[in-house]
């Protein structure tokens, strides 16, 4: 590991003095480049060189050790090398977490498809819930949202909708989210007072570029006809909704949110694409054996991954055992415990799998 980020330090500096070339400094592209992987290797040589300086404080106090020193001082000593010892291990792990492989998927923005599962009109309502909660997460992280395709139902829920949401390292925070969300409450309906089971299927998907995914415009079929609303009843006059489906992959997609065709059609094809995307990313991963071992569940969509109980005012998330007493919170959009702690499981298994 040492050796590695020594390797590092020595690519950080000479980036340094790259970076104060004004040959370097003139070409934007390049200058811009290196700045990129500079601030990468930032976190990764601040914490080595903290980790050097504790080191080098630990070697001083146990040459102390060796000199003739009364015993109150050398008790002190001692009492710093225990510190400083601990302190070494801490920022050792650290590293070795600053060197685990980066999901290069975990800066971009993110789609999110949630659908009403079993359970009828109470599922529908749940899925709105679950809109909710990461419309308001995203608030609370100055995270960009945008409504890609609705299909609402009469009670106030959604059978289906799909938001995108955009910032810094979106698909980071919300990756593990994928899968199914299972609620029990008593329905407004309910008279007799009895707890109902529903669930919602949520899709975490990374937006995909496209120099990343290449759609050839005549594997697509694009349908257009006019928006229906609830019942059938027309919203507007024009075909403006779209649907579009990739043939060789029989992917559809439909949009019909906004007025306007072409709209409609970028929403569609922004969609599209991420679910093409994770489509490959799946086979990819399915393809790589220690990687399915490190993964915070499968990223099923069938899996069951957390319960919602209202009567109990929990939340648990079934993936690593975590229960949460704040459910009205965390419906609410503050979620970054239950994301960070799967944050936290996922790094435990990959240092596990690299030792």
């Given at each position: 590991?040492?050796?590695?980020?020594?390797?590092?330090?020595?690519?950080?500096?000479?980036?340094?003095?790259?970076?104060?070339?004004?040959?370097?400094?003139?070409?934007?592209?390049?200058?811009?480049?290196?700045?990129?992987?500079?601030?990468?290797?930032?976190?990764?040589?601040?914490?080595?060189?903290?980790?050097?300086?504790?080191?080098?404080?630990?070697?001083?106090?146990?040459?102390?050790?060796?000199?003739?020193?009364?015993?109150?001082?050398?008790?002190?000593?001692?009492?710093?090398?225990?510190?400083?010892?601990?302190?070494?291990?801490?920022?050792?792990?650290?590293?070795?977490?600053?060197?685990?492989?980066?999901?290069?998927?975990?800066?971009?923005?993110?789609?999110?498809?949630?659908?009403?599962?079993?359970?009828?009109?109470?599922?529908?309502l749940f899925a709105g819930d679950l809109l909710r909660m990461y419309i308001r997460y995203a608030e609370r992280n100055r995270l960009k949202t945008e409504l890609l395709s609705s299909n609402p139902v009469g009670v106030g829920g959604y059978?289906?909708?799909?938001?995108?949401?955009?910032?810094?390292?979106?698909?980071?925070?919300?990756?593990?989210?994928?899968?199914?969300?299972?609620?029990?409450?008593?329905?407004?309906?309910?008279?007799?007072?009895?707890?109902?089971?529903?669930?919602?299927?949520?899709?975490?998907?990374?937006?995909?570029?496209?120099?990343?995914?290449?759609?050839?415009?005549?594997?697509?079929?694009?349908?257009?006809?006019?928006?229906?609303?609830?019942?059938?009843?027309?919203?507007?006059?024009?075909?403006?909704?779209?649907?579009?489906?990739?043939?060789?992959?029989?992917?559809?997609?439909?949009?019909?949110?906004?007025?306007?065709?072409?709209?409609?059609?970028?929403?569609?094809?922004?969609?599209?694409?991420?679910?093409?995307?994770?489509?490959?990313?799946?086979?990819?991963?399915?393809?790589?054996?220690?990687?399915?071992?490190?993964?915070?569940?499968?990223?099923?969509?069938?899996?069951?991954?957390?319960?919602?109980?209202?009567?109990?005012?929990?939340?648990?998330?079934?993936?690593?055992?975590?229960?949460?007493?704040?459910?009205?919170?965390?419906?609410?959009?503050?979620?970054?415990?239950?994301?960070?702690?799967?944050?936290?499981?996922?790094?435990?298994?990959?240092?596990?799998?690299?030792?």
């Amino acid at each position: 590991m040492f050796g590695k980020l020594d390797f590092i330090l020595e690519k950080f500096e000479d980036l340094n003095k790259q970076l104060s070339d004004p040959e370097v400094i003139s070409n934007q592209n390049r200058f811009r480049e290196l700045a990129k992987e500079h601030s990468k290797l930032e976190p990764i040589v601040s914490k080595y060189k903290e980790y050097k300086k504790t080191q080098e404080d630990l070697q001083s106090n146990k040459e102390l050790l060796n000199d003739k020193i009364d015993k109150e001082f050398k008790k002190m000593v001692e009492e710093d090398i225990g510190v400083l010892s601990e302190e070494c291990e801490k920022l050792s792990q650290e590293l070795k977490i600053l060197l685990l492989p980066k999901d290069p998927n975990d800066e971009k923005d993110v789609i999110i498809e949630i659908r009403a599962g079993t359970g009828g009109d109470e599922a529908a309502l749940f899925a709105g819930d679950l809109l909710r909660m990461y419309i308001r997460y995203a608030e609370r992280n100055r995270l960009k949202t945008e409504l890609l395709s609705s299909n609402p139902v009469g009670v106030g829920g959604y059978k289906e909708v799909i938001i995108s949401l955009a910032g810094a390292g979106a698909y980071s925070k919300l990756k593990y989210e994928s899968g199914v969300h299972r609620v029990q409450r008593i329905p407004l309906t309910e008279s007799q007072g009895r707890i109902h089971t529903s669930a919602a299927t949520v899709a975490v998907l990374p937006e995909a570029e496209d120099v990343e995914v290449n759609i050839n415009q005549n594997d697509l079929r694009v349908d257009v006809f006019r928006s229906g609303g609830h019942g059938g009843q027309s919203v507007n006059t024009t075909d403006s909704a779209v649907r579009i489906t990739h043939i060789p992959t029989g992917v559809v997609v439909t949009c019909q949110d906004e007025k306007s065709q072409l709209k409609n059609k970028e929403k569609a094809m922004k969609v599209l694409k991420a679910r093409i995307y994770e489509a490959e990313i799946k086979k990819y991963n399915d393809e790589m054996a220690q990687n399915r071992k490190s993964q915070v569940g499968s990223g099923d969509r069938s899996e069951r991954i957390r319960t919602y109980n209202f009567p109990q005012g929990r939340v648990t998330d079934h993936r690593i055992g975590l229960t949460i007493y704040k459910l009205e919170a965390f419906l609410d959009g503050e979620i970054d415990e239950m994301l960070d702690s799967l944050h936290l499981f996922e790094q435990s298994e990959l240092l596990k799998n690299n030792e």
